[in-house]
Every structure is written in C-alpha cells, then in structure tokens.
C-alpha cells in the first residue's frame, strides 16, 4: 500500500501476524513492568517533519536503529509493531534503539495512532508524520522510496544502512543480525578543526534523501581502511 493512497482501515493483526516473530516469545522473560522516567517523558506521537526525524536517527548515533514506517490502516506494517516493541525491551540495554514513525493522517493522532501506541505500552521513541506534501517527505527520507508501507530501515552502530525491508521476513535470521550488528563497534569520528568547523556552513543536504543518502556500510568501512597508516 502507499501513503499517498490509503485503503481504508483494517483491524491490528496479532504479533503471530507481520515479521512472524512469535517464535521467538517463547522462553522470554515478561515486557518491563515498570516504564522508566525517561520513556514515561516521551511524547507520544510527535508530530514531525522528516528533518525532525533525522535529528532523532543522528541522535541515536552509536546504537544500532531500527527505523520503521508504518500506519495503523495498513495491516502489514501494523502487524509488524507489536514484534519492534519486543525486540526493543529484549535489546535496548545492549544498545538497540526503535524510532517508530506512523504516517496516519494528523487528524487520526488522538482516536487512532496514540491508543495504537499505548496499547502495545510502547518505551520507544514515535512521531506521526506532519501533514506536508507526502512526495516531499519521502524525497526528504529517501529519494528511491515510493511510499509503500511498511518500510523499515535498520541502521548500524556507525549509521551506515545495513538493511531496508519491505516485506516480511525471517525472524530467526532478523533477530540473529540484530545480535551480530550490537556486537560492532561504532567507527571513530574524524578529527577536525574545531576553530574551522565553527566557521563553516552546514553540509547541503543530499538529494536522496538523509536515509537514501547515507552511505552504505561497505563503502564506510573501505574508507577507514583507507584512513589507516
């Protein structure tokens, strides 16, 4: 489905539904039962332009990202939410970080998309895509995406795009590259001037969008090979 032309509403399927990772509950210790003071600070449902969203991807900068759009229409993206949430609570120590985007109409926030979110007692970080030119928005994500739903993208520990999904997948093989990526390191900062960086002008924003322009992992770690001496 595409946001842009949205097919009426469907109820939430269950966490057996989606990435199929019921699997992976059994022998699994229950959600937190208390929320901490910091996710208890969280807005629900910010609403957010996609510059407001990639502060939030920079921010979480040195942890592995998962980075998913979804709707509450949409029944495949739906169905993914509850298995993110418990990913989430099982990894989030380990460095695992969910950003979390619905793209239901702002109007939707208070009926649909917040009762969605506290329905799942969601500790992670959700926005709600503001009500701008839909085409602009995903130019500003990712050039090469045509809005299809879900869309996930999951980001190493050094920000490169490891992987984008868009459809299901295997959640044995999903859970087990979760583990290996958490494992990394994230890469060293170059050093620069600082006296210069004050002085210069922020960097022009590349045309594919801040997601479709970041560089792939590969070419990061060719670069740092490069680098050594």
Known sequence: MNLSN???????????????????????????????????????????????????????HGKVVILNFWASWNAPSAAQYPAFV??????????????SVATDPVKERENRVI???QSYKTH???FQKDDSDPAAFLAAVDNNWSG???????????????????????PERFEAMLRRLLKEEP?????TNSSKS???KPPARNPNGFIGGAKPYAARWLDTRRNVS
Do not use: M, W
């Open 187 to 191: 890469l060293k900062p170059k050093r």
């Open 86 to 99: 418990f990913l989430y609570d099982r990894y989030h120590a380990e460095g695992l970080e969910v950003i």
């Open 124 to 126: 992670f970080p959700t």
């Open 6 to 60: 949205r097919r009426g509403n469907f109820r939430v399927l269950s966490i057996a539904v989606g990435l199929g990772l019921c699997g992976l509950a059994g022998g699994v210790s229950p959600v937190r039962a208390q929320e901490s003071a910091a996710a208890k600070a969280l807005p629900l449902a910010e609403i957010a332009d996609a510059a407001r969203i990639e502060k939030a991807v920079r921010a979480a």
């Open 115 to 117: 009762p969605f979110i």
């Open 198 to 200: 004050n002085d210069s």
């Open 148 to 170: 299809t739903l879900p869309r996930t993208y999951i980001l190493g520990r050094d920000g490169g795009v490891r992987q984008t999904l868009t459809t299901r997948i295997n």
